[in-house]
């Protein structure tokens, strides 16, 4: 398995160029980018600005391994806003020309949600209607995201939806797209779970992988910390990641990130994962 890392692990004004350079310093092997509203990377840029970006990672020498987006806490899947929904389905769609233009194979997309406690105000859609919704989305979108040649990979976050990874496992195959799988974030089914159970349960339909750490008994958001210093078992994560024959990018996601010195969070990161993977 590769050491990537994400975009959003770098303190907040870090430019794309810069959190490049960084992520090769530190010893990754890639770096994942966020699709964003506005920007250098955004639902404005043209082919020829993405092109430019795919560049400046080329030149550096580090891969591309995905294409993250945060806008799916504004925009989602199963709003009751038809007119949100396709919003929704719109970054989608632009995530996957951007992601084939970037040459990466998959993108992280977050189906909707149920609730989301952190957002104040959230929208709560009962379970059943938002599972049809994302269901109906995610299958619409797989022929788009087969014609990019990129993977839709859907990520288990804190959205009270797609709560088990038999569930998970569920949703993905009635799609009935070999180009829609999961976006395995560890730390985040740490709270009521065990990432290994999820690992072997999910297996091929994995398409990429977030590492991050949970300490369950600080609860709510403060409970991610850095790699090692939490809850996950991350020999039993790596043994069951080896045994469904994933060798592909596991990523570090690191938020929040740092209040001082952000860039150290980058490199305690790089030598956690060498650990993790037993490089060290």
Do not use: C
Not at 23 to 43: C, M, R, V, Y
Not at 177 to 189: E, I, K
Not at 245 to 250: C, F, K, R, S
Request: hydrophobic residues 40%; charged residues 20%.
């Amino acid at each position: 398995m590769k050491k990537g890392i994400n975009i959003w692990s770098f303190p907040e004004q870090t430019s794309i160029a810069e959190a490049i350079a960084i992520a090769k310093d530190a010893g990754f092997e890639g770096i994942e980018l966020s699709l964003n509203e506005n920007g250098p990377l955004s639902l404005e840029s043209s082919a020829r600005e993405i092109e430019e970006i795919r560049k400046l990672a080329e030149d550096a020498g580090i891969d591309l391994t995905s294409l993250a987006s945060g806008l799916y806490w504004s925009y989602s899947m199963t709003s009751s806003d038809a007119a949100n929904r396709e919003k929704a389905q719109d970054i989608a769609k632009k995530q996957l020309e951007a992601a084939a233009i970037l040459g990466v194979d998959t993108i992280l997309v977050i189906p909707g949600a149920v609730g989301v406690d952190f957002i104040p105000g959230s929208e709560v859609v009962p379970y059943d209607q938002a599972y049809d919704l994302a269901l109906e989305a995610v299958t619409k979108l797989a022929s788009s995201a087969e014609a990019a040649g990129v993977s839709i990979g859907i990520e288990n976050v804190w959205n009270k939806f797609l709560l088990s990874p038999l569930e998970l496992r569920q949703f993905i195959d009635a799609t009935g797209s070999d180009y829609v799988g999961a976006y395995f974030d560890v730390g985040n089914v740490v709270f009521a779970g065990y990432p290994e159970h999820w690992i072997r349960i999910l297996n091929k339909r994995i398409k990429k992988v977030h590492f991050k750490d949970y300490r369950r008994e600080s609860g709510g958001l403060s409970g991610f910390v850095d790699l090692l210093a939490g809850d996950v078992n991350y020999p039993e994560v790596v043994k069951a990641l080896e045994e469904v024959g994933y060798n592909d990018y596991v990523i570090g996601e690191m938020i929040p990130p740092y209040t001082h010195h952000g860039k150290q969070i980058i490199y305690n990161t790089s030598a956690s994962m060498s650990a993790i993977l037993g490089r060290n």
